[in-house]
């Protein structure tokens, strides 16, 4: 196994405790570093400034593996606001928010202790699989993550990855000599593909699930990025008139 991969491998390893820059114990039990959980909500109140709408909160949460005992140096922020966004009411608000969520994650550079943050507006019927879940809002464990002995096969998660990876690979080759809507929706295919994958292996066995590890592996290595490289110079190509073209 080379070096990139083996340290990404290695990344999905159980550490002992939980992050010392995020969490400290109170007695038994793990609470968020109150200049932690205070730059956290910070962040919601510039993301909500932001979307220039009165957003109407029930709760913050953080998740991912910085909330559980699988974190690493790849780890990153998962903070989610959760609130109503009934479709039916008003269609257009969760486009709307997850439009100037992208742009807010595009735009901000913000660490915290470290860490990339990620915001995420979340329905509060919105199904969603973790181990480990913090209300940042109220202070406390929604979700208590519980310490466990995994296995991890790492040569199952190696060969998917690497399936995957050729897979993406061809989608960049076929960019640059087929039908650019065709290989668009090949492209959205596999995406989904991906996205149901990683959810039934979240719902049937968890964080470890070699499904969700697998898709660690692609972002960690880069080719989930490389996907969305391959789909935006696509759309790019897609949108662009060339020059000398004739009136008619």
Known sequence: MDNPNKNIINSFKVQEELNPNIWYLDGENYKMIPSV????????????????????????????SLSNFNWSEFSDVDL???????????PLLKKYLDSRRMIWNSLRSVTVK????????QDNNEPHF?????????DEW??????????????????????WMSIIDQFYVDSRRQDPDTVLSNIDKFKNKIKNSRGSGLQDKGEYSYENLTFKFLRRNEYLKKLNDVRNYLIDKNLTLEGNVSHI
Request: hydrophobic residues 40%.
């Open 37 to 64: 959980r205070v730059s956290l909500l910070d962040i919601v109140k510039d993301y909500s400034d932001f979307a220039d709408l009165e957003l109407d909160i029930d709760d913050v949460t953080l998740t991912g």
């Open 114 to 121: 470290g860490f990339d943050v990620e915001v995420y507006v």
């Open 142 to 163: 929604i979700v208590e993550p519980k310490k466990e002995e995994v296995v991890i096969d790492t040569k199952k998660i190696l060969s998917k990855s690497k399936n």
């Open 80 to 90: 989610h606001i959760l609130m109503d966004l009934d479709s039916e009411t008003n």
């Open 130 to 138: 973790a181990s480990g879940v913090y209300s940042v809002l109220y």
